[in-house]
């Protein structure tokens, strides 16, 4: 039996490092090439190409190599039988946590005026006010959930929206509750995943029943927002500025305007960095469940894309 | 009976509304000008002019406008008899803290970093790591503390250091231990009050004592801090950045060449607002009590100036 990883080099290095330190025992094959092909049990992914994974008969698992799963399910090639896990990480919830929570402070402080102050060698004391948020979790999954209690344990007031019911220690909305969420929220925190549904749902339309001007913090999936309506939005003072980590497409292009505006923030899809010691530990696990024929933590729901 | 309010326009403004919202039938003097002296009793001051207390003969209670007192006691011809009270506000503590933490979460997510890529419209992924941060409170006091614990509260690894035992749920250190303390951390967050001990302490001698390099986050009094030595630790990468919301002179002079360093973020003494509402009913609170002899919270000792 041997594993495989496809992905871009910077996550497969580290994950190899961690595999041969903890299963030095376990063949390891790195990109999709193998003389062996039936050997490969389980497979390690992040944006595999569609129908690589097809040579592998014998394959057990497929584990994606980060919290969100639809790169793997572009691929409706994989067979129904061979589940699909991803890494739920408390290392990766920490991680994520401390980003948003960065790129809320800093709105709440005005930071970003500060800088341009400092810029100027200008001394701007009592020019801003610290800003009463009423920040909306938008997707109060594992990473959302975490985001949204750790706001609330700081003092700040938060809501949630979720597509199921969740009990939780501030005030939570679902189903059609959606345009009440957003028309009682200044800050918007996306964390959905990525599926048909929310496809384009940061759109104008969205942004017009939020509280004006919001501001918004996207670090789902660039195909969750749509470009054009942030910018737009962002002219009409709908939104009064955007902390964005993920783009419709990446790398974002040079020639997008959203690089120059001086209330958006960009950064490379960086928001949440996974920790490969405690992931592969989980394949582990997950590939000794497979083989006892127990149920698996984790388990993508092929319908729901997570 | 009568209030006075001896402090600059911007806080002087939002206490007066406060204090005629909560007790309109108490007459309130603004500024050191009145026909009746003698009616005063009770002062709340930020940086009076030493002296200007003494018209005030039936004065019982000195109340300082914010969190620090040492610009009240630079007033030697206070009488000993009068309290000098300070305030002492959960709201400070959640502005302080969030100011903190956005210090610590910027440096610990390279987040001035990402901002020249995005100027250069540069895609910087994989290029800075989330840093492994060692986080020492120096001064656990009220503020220091709910800083200390929410850092802590947040998974990061914490170190506190007082001049008094303190039951912390992280390692916490005193007295002779302020070598071990500052051998351990990489960040060094300083809330100390300023007193006599504590001028100059943010020197380049304290500096080599740290884990090199070290972040500083000072939120405290310019006095505390040397900028001279602030500038040689930078300029040796004995310290990596600086966050400085405090200066030696106030405000910055544009001659410091502190404005122009990329890794050096300055604000304009803003990190902790005092929100009026509170401090005006803990004034009321405290007369009460001169009134009927009680002890005073949060009084100060004017030994230690705290």
Chains 1, 2 share one sequence.
Not at 62 to 68: E, H, K, Q, R, T
Not at 193 to 206: F, I, Q, V
């Amino acid at each position: 039996m041997s594993f495989i990883i496809i992905a871009p080099p910077v996550p497969t290095q580290k994950w190899k490092e961690e595999l041969e330190l903890i299963a030095p025992e376990i063949p390891l094959v790195i990109g999709t090439d193998t003389d062996n092909p039936d050997d490969i049990i389980c497979a390690m992914v992040w944006k595999q190409k569609p129908g690589v994974l097809n040579r592998f008969k014998n394959l057990k698992l497929i584990f994606s190599m980060g919290a969100g799963v639809d790169h793997v399910l572009l691929d409706d090639s994989i067979p129904e039988h061979i589940p699909i896990c991803r890494v739920v990480d408390p290392q990766m919830a920490f991680s994520m946590s401390n980003f948003v929570l960065m790129a809320v402070l800093n709105h709440h402080r005005s930071l970003y005026n500060y800088r341009k102050a400092q810029e100027k060698k200008h001394w701007a004391q009592f020019e801003f006010e610290e800003r009463n948020l009423k920040i909306g979790v938008l997707g109060t999954g594992f990473l959302g959930m975490n985001v949204a209690k750790k706001l609330h344990a700081l003092g700040f007031q938060v809501m949630g929206y979720s597509t199921s019911n969740k009990e939780t220690p501030f005030p939570s909305y679902t189903g059609v509750e959606m345009d009440t969420f957003l028309s009682q929220i200044n800050v918007l925190i996306c964390l959905v995943p990525y599926t048909p549904k929310t496809e384009a749902l940061l759109n104008y339309d969205l942004f017009k029943k939020l509280t004006q001007p919001t501001y918004l913090i996207n670090v789902s999936r660039g195909s969750v927002q749509v470009e054009r309506d942030i910018l737009k939005a962002l002219d009409e003072g709908i939104l009064n500025g955007a902390f964005l980590d993920v783009f419709e497409q990446e790398p974002l292009s040079a020639e997008s305007p959203l690089w120059q505006y001086s209330s958006v923030q960009i950064t490379p899809h960086i928001a949440s960095l996974t920790y490969p010691k405690e992931s592969v530990r989980q394949v582990l696990e997950c590939l000794n469940l497979v083989k006892k024929g127990l149920p698996l933590p984790n388990k993508v729901d092929r319908k729901k894309m997570y």
